[in-house]
């Protein structure tokens, strides 16, 4: 008896919410969006809103949105994918990798758009990877130009030697682009040397040590470092060490200057692709990945005020 | 936006494949803390071990079967690892594990080249995906294909042959050492060599579960192992408070671990559908966990007297 009460308890309150919801007819020329995102932190945040923004402006009222957080766990965002592909959205936003990768392991019908994504080859493991991913898959590449990042350590710092490249060993992206950028510096000149942190529990310990050895500290678009700026902060500033940074909400943190990517116009980019996937004027599978619109070199007046550090022009400050 | 319980209900089978891929790290996680009575938080570095491995091996064009079978023995490694840490090092054993965990850390990066490596499923014939579910669903592909079909059989084997192993002499003596260490040593048996070889098949099925997953997600991640240990206690845990009193066969007892499992990929799926603000969802993940441990206590503590209380049934 006790065992078919256990049972049926929760059948009663499935059924109580059934009948709650009637079946809704999904007017012709409505959407529903998904959106995936990883982790909460400044840069994705951003490219959300972006994307949001672009589709509302777009579409207004006919829109509506399905947004997710991973809360940085990778079996949760499977769980998410799956949820939006049952549920038959109409287009899925996959923000940052590891939601791009579940969302392209899900379905191979719906159209997915990834936004905050370095390298589309690399993500997805496409060896022959021309810049269109074809299939259900496009969106926005947040690479922001590393040659002129390094060109930008020249101008600002020509007499440093050795240059600390701090990023999170377990970004895929991180290495890629530290790898990268040392190519351009050696070949300027410098010398480098990288640190690893594996999260944000070693970020003091090698940041501290980065900091002794070294004279400028680059960090790339990094998750982890965009998470916890304060801690570097903490640690660069007392030893007027300067940090440019591959993003401007890391600069903001605990940068001295950035070519930045802005990350609410690389969703806002993003949204527009999705109108134009929605109302059928373009075909996913020919559309090339986008890469941010504009760069712009920008600086944080009140640490480089503390490092007495004057910014060449064509910088501007960044607004807090 | 409203609520549609067809949503939920179409979603199920993703959660309930999810879960039983889940299910069998959270055998894995019963041999250790239900049977061995250590906590072994190896599983963590392991899981992520085992789809390192299996993603590298399918990369570099070994077969399915094959790259299963080197997750399984890389999962092996790591718990002798934790093994030895722990009988040869003297280190506590949730230590031991804490310092494997570390270490795989860095083996995990090594194996994979860098922190996260794809396997997608147009490039690769791969075992399960979630793609085959949605096709299956579709009539795209045979029934056979579900990854629920395919996991359910793996778990109905691997839980025969475990069964069939904890019956032998040596599977026996590794329960007799997790039971009672000095009674299994006064007959004679090697409780250091037991706890090793209990690690060591531990771990191997995490390792599986992680190689299994890969496939399933279509990605290796180095994060991808991160608070498994959590969700493996709570299959155990939800497995045990609502089937062990029906089940009393050990083969069954395995299966309502992975149960287990299941239910508690089905309760976050639910969660997520219920569109909770999902800064909530850790929140309400802890306190599943939380309620499903309180239950039998408060059942003990309010229930006057009990008068059928035989002895402690819970040494499988």
Known sequence: ?320 | MTLNPLDLIAQMPGALAQGLIWGIMAIGVYITYKILNIADLTVDGSLCTGGAVCVVMIMNGYGVTLSLVAAFAAGLITGLATGIFHVFFGISAILAGILTQLALWSVNLVIMGRANQSINVNNYDLLVSLRYLQEVMKGARPFYWSPIFVVGIFVLIIVAVLYWFFGTELGSSVRATGANANMARAQGINTDSNKILGLMLSNGMVALSGALLTQYQGFADINMGRGAIVIGLAAVIIGEILFFKFFKNFALRMLSVVLGAVIYFVVIQTVLWLNFDSNYLKLFSALVVAIFLAVPYWKKKFTPFSPKRKGDADCA
């Open chain 1, 1 to 320: 008896m006790k065992t078919a009460r256990i049972l049926i308890a929760p059948l009663v309150c499935f059924l109580m919410i059934f009948s709650m919801t009637a079946c809704k007819e999904k007017a012709p020329d409505s959407y529903v969006v998904g959106i995936s995102q990883l982790v909460q932190h400044v840069a994705l945040d951003a490219a959300t809103k972006g994307f949001r923004d672009a589709l509302e402006e777009k579409l207004g009222d006919k829109v509506t949105f399905t947004e997710k957080n991973a809360q940085g766990d990778i079996p949760t965002c499977t769980t998410i994918a799956n949820s939006l592909v049952s549920s038959k959205v109409d287009l899925i936003l996959a923000n940052a990798t590891p939601a791009l990768q579940a969302a392209a392991a899900a379905t191979a019908d719906i159209p997915i758009l990834g936004t905050s994504i370095t390298e589309y080859g690399v993500a997805l493991g496409l060896d022959d990877f021309d810049g269109t991913v074809g299939g259900n898959v496009s969106g926005t590449s947040d690479l922001a130009p590393l040659d002129q990042q390094a060109q930008m350590i020249k101008d600002l710092f020509p007499d440093a030697e050795k240059v600390g490249l701090l990023y999170c060993s377990a970004e895929a992206n991180s290495l890629y682009q530290v790898n990268t950028v040392k190519g351009y510096l050696e070949t300027l000149g410098y010398s480098c040397t990288l640190y690893p942190f594996s999260d944000s529990n070693d970020l003091a310990a090698i940041a501290t040590t980065a900091a002794n050895d070294s004279d400028v500290i680059y960090v790339p678009t990094d998750n982890t470092v965009a998470s916890n700026t304060g801690i570097i902060d903490n640690i660069c500033r007392p030893a007027k060490v300067p940090v440019i940074a591959g993003e401007k909400g890391i600069c903001e943190g605990c940068g001295v200057a950035t070519l930045s990517i802005d990350y609410y116009d690389l969703g806002y980019a993003t949204g527009l692709m999705a109108y134009k996937i929605l109302t059928g004027a373009s075909d996913i599978s020919e559309m090339p990945v986008e890469y941010a619109p504009n760069f712009e070199k920008m600086y944080n007046a009140e640490i480089c005020e503390e490092l007495s550090i004057t910014v060449p022009e064509g910088y501007s400050p960044i607004e807090g």
